[in-house]
């Protein structure tokens, strides 16, 4: 299984807090820095200094980073227009030699909407242009060099585009699709999705979830073996209780809660959780962790739970 890092910089973070991570787990061999791509930070407090955006943070990394990949977990389809996303996904892909992953979804968080003047449709019409941002998103980066798109969108038409700049990565880089929703967020991953990401849920509560992907898959007649299917867990490792218990204190939760709902515990605790979600076919799981500055949180995971993978 592989190991990625996950932040939620709308909690609180600088580029440089975030940059220190990013660096950190390149060096320490996870596979990827994710970011949230949220602007309001979520429970008390102010998330002071305030939100840093995510694709803007994504460039600065793709330079100041030379192995690791770097995504989202997820975009939110309400921030911004397919066609312009499009061309900064790819322009990130470049600066980076080929190492962006998009996750995308429908955006959820209301208020963070409110905060900042976005519109924020009803559910069903977030789908609906989620749906049609994927269209358009994947049809530009798909279409070969001197051929124009064209698509006749309800709510994104597009005309005789360029479809440039075109990403490194061929066809186009990879997309990451997720949540719980039990019909089109099946339907759309079936579809679109190289990845299907589950964040927070039980390995009982991916079974099910997986399961309808695998069968939305099978409508359509795509192989579910060909997608990379992935996990989201808060992290708390400790060499031992006092640890786990000060890491846990950190981010405001309490140990026997984490154990239950997230990972944590020791490192052999770690791997074995992780291992019950490997059975199940997770291939990656992301690793969220929320005190950024204790670094060697990552280390240790990297030390004694990553060779035992």
């Not at 969108?153 to 699709?177: E, M």
Request: glycine share 10%; hydrophobic share 40%; proline share 7%.
């Amino acid at each position: 299984m592989e190991l990625r890092i996950f932040t939620e910089p709308q909690q609180g973070a600088s580029y440089d807090q975030l940059l220190a991570v990013a660096r950190r787990a390149e060096e320490t061999g996870f596979g990827a820095f994710f970011r949230s791509d949220h602007y309001l930070k979520m429970g008390s407090g102010r998330g002071e200094p305030g939100p840093t955006d995510a694709w803007t943070t994504l460039a600065g990394l793709a330079r100041d980073t030379t192995r690791i990949r770097l995504g989202t977990l997820m975009t939110a389809a309400t921030f911004r227009l397919p066609g312009p996303l499009a061309i900064t996904v790819a322009q990130v892909d470049q600066m980076s030699g080929g190492r962006v992953e998009l996750g995308i979804g429908t955006g959820w968080y209301a208020e963070e909407h409110t905060a900042y003047g976005i519109p924020f449709p009803a559910l069903g019409e977030r789908f609906d242009r989620l749906e049609e941002q994927l269209t358009v998103i994947t049809g530009l980066w798909e279409t070969p060099a001197g051929a124009t798109f064209d698509f006749q969108g309800k709510y994104y038409p597009v005309s005789d585009s360029p479809a440039l700049p075109k990403p490194v990565q061929q066809p186009r880089p990879p997309i990451l699709l997720g949540g719980a929703g039990p019909k089109r967020t099946p339907r759309l991953a079936a579809r679109y999705a190289d990845e299907f990401n589950l964040p927070f849920a039980s390995v009982e509560d991916s079974v099910a979830q997986f399961a309808r992907v695998r069968a939305a898959c099978a409508e359509i007649g795509r192989d579910p073996s060909g997608m990379v299917w992935s996990n989201a867990l808060v992290l708390c490792c400790g060499r031992n209780e006092a640890e786990i218990g000060r890491r846990a204190a950190a981010i405001g939760r309490e140990p026997a809660e984490l154990r239950e709902n997230g990972l944590a515990g020791t490192p052999a605790e770690i791997v074995d959780k992780l291992g019950r979600y490997a059975e199940i076919g997770s291939r990656r799981a992301y690793l969220q962790v929320l005190d950024l500055a204790d670094l060697d949180h990552l280390e240790l995971v990297a030390a004694e739970v990553m060779p035992q993978l």
